[in-house]
Structure formats: structure tokens, C-alpha cells
């Protein structure tokens, strides 16, 4: 996914002091951060007298907890990705963690949101519910919606967060059922089209492969669309491209298996685990068997 082209621009959008600075957007343009007088934000000084607390699920970086707070290694877009909560947390869309500053380690301190994330595959039927799909749905247009003509997202339709899956999920318990309240690790997040992000979560929230029903997949995909649709807040929206859902899931599949494979042979830690717990071979076989069933999905998808 990337930005459009076009000369640099700038926004403004909150973050911790008083203070502004400039940081790169993740399509070149240059972002005004208001109220960081550095893109990192302020040095938040040790933990107390809270102990670290190694968080479950971080296959890639370790994420740690000290208090209310959430530390990690800042990704590569550290600027682009400071910028976007920023935003998100100004415009009092809650879909994300709110951005701390850093700690003495040079770490990435967040604000620790509290709820279940289901990191262990189908650990739960409620994470994946009809009413968690729809809400799931709602959070996802929130964030576009949020980020849609801003700086942030240069010449592109929105931002995406481009890994929104269970994984990166916090749920709580609600009156409405167990449902998704935010989105996790926003290390990939960066310019692109609407139906990247609603693609990605109709992939990781659908089930695909040996035993999975086809005619199911496209049933919740076409609940995912119908939600996002439905969530629309502006007048006269245009309406999700569905007859394009299930190639972009094709190549989002193929992408990120490609993908594992090429950090593994770049000897990059993470890369080199997923593949030796069978990640690469894993994301081949659903690729094999959405292509199988795609026009029962899609059939589906329409109906």
C-alpha cells in the first residue's frame, strides 16, 4: 500500500507538550505535530516500583508492561506512526492506544489499554461473533474515517492500520457481548485504500483452509462489509468495493507469506522464527484454498 504523489504537506495534529515539530509522513509529506516539541514526545522516566510484565503473543518484538503504561522498540516509521495516534487520540477516535512519549531505553511508551486480546488462534468463539464482526467493522471505519483527507494520508483514500487482526485486538466485556474496543501494534500503519484494512480482517476473522466452509467465509465477509457500510457518518459515502474483497485478500495472503520468507533470508530474528514454526507453508495453504473456493466466496459475498 502506499501514498499517493504529490508535493509535501502539512497538518497539524495533537500530541503531548506544548510544543510542535515536524515529522516525516510515511508517504514523504511532512507532518506538523502540535504539542511535540520532539516527533519521540517526552522521556518518561522508569517504571516505579512496578516490574515489567512480558506481554503474550509478541512473536515479533517484545511488549512489556510497567504500570498502566505498555513499552516496545519503536518501529521503523516511529514518526509516521507518533503522528497518527496523535491524531487519532485528538479527533476522540478510540480505536488505539494513546502515545506516552518514550522511555531511557529509547522505548516507545503507550498507554496500556485494559480488555482480552485473543493471541492464541480460536482460542474463543465469542472473539468472533456476528456482534464482534460488526463492531470490528465500526472500528475500522472509525480509524478511516478519522485519517480520510488529512495530511497523513497523503494522495491516498485514508490511513490503514494494515494489520488489523485478532492478534492486535483488545475486547472487553460488554452488555452487547464480548466485543473489539481497539487496535494494537500500529508498526505497519500507512496510507492506503479503504478495503486493504476490511480485506485483512475479513482474512484473519474468517477461517479458511482444510474443513472451512466457503459459503461461511463469504456469509462474514459480506456482514464485515455490510457493517463498515453501515457505519458511514458523512453524507452520500461511497460504498466498499466488494468485487475486488477477495483478490485483495488473494494478494495479501500471497504478500505476506512472500514476505516472511524474504525476512527469513535476510536473517531477520522474527521472520526467521515465523518460518520455522511453519508460518510460510501455513499462509500457502489458505492462499491454495481461497483460490479453490473463491466463487463460492464471492458468490456469497453478493448474494
Known sequence: MTGGSGPPRRAEVAAADGQSAEVAGADGSTVEVAGAGDPAGEVVRGGGFDAEE??????????VRIGDTVRRTPPANAGFVTALLAHLDRVGAQVAPRFLGTDERGRQVLSHVAGRVPWREREDPAFFSDAALTRLAELIRALHDACAGTALAGGAETVCHRDVSPKNTVYRDLPAGLLPVAFLDWDLAAPGRRIDDVAFAAWHWGRL????????????????????DAAAAGPDPVPLPRDVLVTVMLDQIEGTWRGIDAGADRDEPGMRRLRAAGAVDGVRRWQDWLRTHRRTVQSTLHA
Do not use: M, T
Open 54 to 63: 512480558v506481554l503474550a503473543g509478541g512473536f515479533i518484538a517484545e511488549v
Open 209 to 228: 483452509g482444510e474443513g472451512a466452509d466457503p459459503a461461511e467465509l463469504g456469509r462474514r465477509c459480506r456482514l464485515l462489509c455490510d457493517a463498515y
